[in-house]
């Protein structure tokens, strides 16, 4: 069947925005063209499982664009269609609703936090190997975008010496949770209660979850709950074999919001971007100066304890953003990807927009 008409992503991009195109490969564009029926692109995919494999092998994503894609059960079936084991236990930081059983919202953080890239679920034991997003409302300001970036890529641009401080025995993460019923105090960096992640209040259940993950339960005053866990910052492609800076450094170090904020307002300098940018400078000396490591609602370190020195932080943000790929959405877009090798994020962005995740 000829569906497909097939791009090369600069295309579909802005003048403004090309220079941040710096893998051109990432992700491979498939118009709908004549055909932009949904249950033609399903069936196409349904009888083309070599080729989904071997180019999102390749290139780590595509980008589906063009197709009448208006609902969480049309996105469904076209993943259904690539990976007929969708998954909905998640054990991420993101808030979530539920859309359909195997549908959620991307995040229900508000849009003017940035989301730093990462592979989904890369601290657990077993993360997705899928992952797709749809757009069903595309942001009215234009921004919000979802940037991807090959993590093989940026495994292999990181400098050595930083590199291997990192692979010295791999990271420490640490998350603090609030339980139910908890508020707390104001925090932006806090995170949905404990009950809401594990979908439960059963402390023994919560208990055989981290077990499973490797996370340490540590319970502590109130219904409070710190997760500590280690884990090397690298994985093997399970199929090509290459390695991949599989971690959420970059997403947990308490230097995050400061360091993506930064860029931000380099790609786009506004007034709100320069406020956002110092607001979290001085949240961030804030909160340095008043909480230990371990008290962070989340943050990492070497595995040892050590903290990560702020320059190597700076150099793998530099290298993640140097390789950023950054396409503006259109309602209807559905992007598979490799969470293997391609890593994800956010741009802020202000008013309605609907993005939707699923993973298998
Ligand atoms: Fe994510």
Redesign the pocket.
Known sequence: MSLAEIVEPKEYAPSYLLSTFSTAALPLVVGAGAAPHVDVLCSWLRSSPEWVESTLLRHGAILFRGFDVTSPEAFEAIARSIDGELKNNYL?T?PRNALTDFVFSASELPGAYP?PQ?C?MSFTKHPPRRLFFCCLRAPADGMGETPLVDFRTVYRELDPAVRERFENGGIRIIRNYAGPGGGGTFDLWKLKRWDEMFATTDRAEVEKQCQAEGFEPIWGPGQSLRLVSTQPVFRDHPISGERVWHNHTQVFHLSAAPGEYERIYDLRPTLRHWLLLQLSRVLVRVNRAWRSSDEQSMHCTYADGREIPDADMEHVRDVIWHNLVIIPWRRGDVVAIDNHSVA?GRLPYHGARQIAVCWA
């Open positions: 991420g993101s989301i990462h989904e994800h």
